[in-house]
């Protein structure tokens, strides 16, 4: 039910953001529905689809149905800039994904620079919301990976006090964004 709601927030807000003459909403789906990460994006899929049923039968937004379009990222940045280019042809206002860090860093360029709102379930990199000139469009529901790095350093710090450990980076943004969150965990602020 909070997903709905949030969901609900966002469109609500990106109604702000454009002008609608009593036609659908056409939100994007940018998620991998191929290879190795597919099972992901029927998942998020069924979400979407859940919420917008329910919005719809109570009414829509502003007595606008919610439609969905959906877009197979394949889990590569290449394929996902042309999911994002897809949905900017076609009209989209608001943008469901994309999974992964490495496809929603770039795609949100794309869409900030057409006006097109995005909240990803699962991108988790800082660099997405938290850039030097941070993008007004990007949003997450999830957590970030500095903090699962301060967390995994944490309990490796107190589980493996006199243990050699290594940390392995597989050069993917989350790969990279874990492990420097493990190198250099955050410290916590002092309280006053």
Known sequence: MRVIRFFGVAFAAMLNLCSFANADILIG????????????GVQIQKGAE????EINAAGGINGEKILLTVGDDAFNPAQGMAVANKFVANGVKFVIGHFNSG??????????????????????NPYFTDRPKPLWNTFRTCGRDDRQGDVAAAY????????KIAII?????????????????????ASK
């Not at 859940?50 to 049923?53: C, D, E, I, S, T």
């Not at 097109?116 to 379930?121: F, Q, T």
């Not at 980076?169 to 602020?189: I, V």
Request: glycine share 8%; proline share 9%.
């Open 156 to 163: 490796i710090a107190e589980k493996f006090k006199d243990a």
């Open 50 to 53: 859940a919420a917008a049923a």
């Open 29 to 40: 789906l940018g998620a991998p529905f191929s290879g190795d990460y597919g099972a992901y």
């Open 169 to 189: 980076d597989d050069e993917t943004p989350y790969g990279r964004g874990l492990a420097n969150g493990q190198r250099k965990p955050s410290k916590p602020k």
């Open 103 to 124: 496809v929603s860093i770039p795609t949100s360029e794309v869409y900030a620079r057409n006006s097109i709102l995005m909240v990803s379930p699962a991108s988790t």
